[in-house]
């Protein structure tokens, strides 16, 4: 599986952004999809993530009520929605998929296999 984020840019707070994911490969309706972000002289963190049928999401709790994630498998395509952004929200972003067990998707980065070149969310106060 191949990813390509794109749709970063520079928004200012309160403002939205949707960041995108386009994946190649014929089984990529098989995979979890998540969104992890890592922002200047931090580590990368967990941002949100779908399971494959994308009957089962899961958010960090700093972005729950702002940010929704949602995919498209017959696109083979993910999509973060991002409101309310805050400065804080400013990172790189990027998208990854793991093949994983059962529908409810991981959280940690290690679950994985695939990731994405990420895109830069800046956010201005």
């Known amino acids: 599986v191949q990813l390509q984020a794109s749709g970063g840019g520079w928004v200012q707070a309160g403002g939205s952004l949707r960041v995108s994911c386009a994946a190649s490969?014929?089984?990529?309706?098989?995979?979890?999809m998540g969104w992890f972000r890592q922002a200047p002289g931090k580590e990368r963190e967990f941002v949100a993530a779908?399971?494959?049928?994308?009957?089962?999401?899961k958010y960090v709790d700093s972005v729950k009520g702002r940010f929704t994630i949602s995919r498209d498998n017959a696109k083979k395509m993910v999509y973060l929605q991002m409101n309310s952004l805050k400065p804080e929200d400013t990172a790189i972003y990027y998208c990854?998929?793991?093949?994983?067990?059962?529908?409810?998707?991981?959280?940690?980065?290690?679950?994985?296999?695939?990731w994405g070149q990420g895109t830069l969310v800046t956010v201005s106060s």
């Open positions: 779908i399971g494959w049928s994308a009957r089962s999401t």
């Open positions: 490969g014929r089984t990529f309706g098989s995979y979890a």
């Open positions: 990854a998929a793991g093949y994983q067990v059962t529908e409810v998707p991981g959280t940690d980065p290690t679950m994985y296999d695939y």
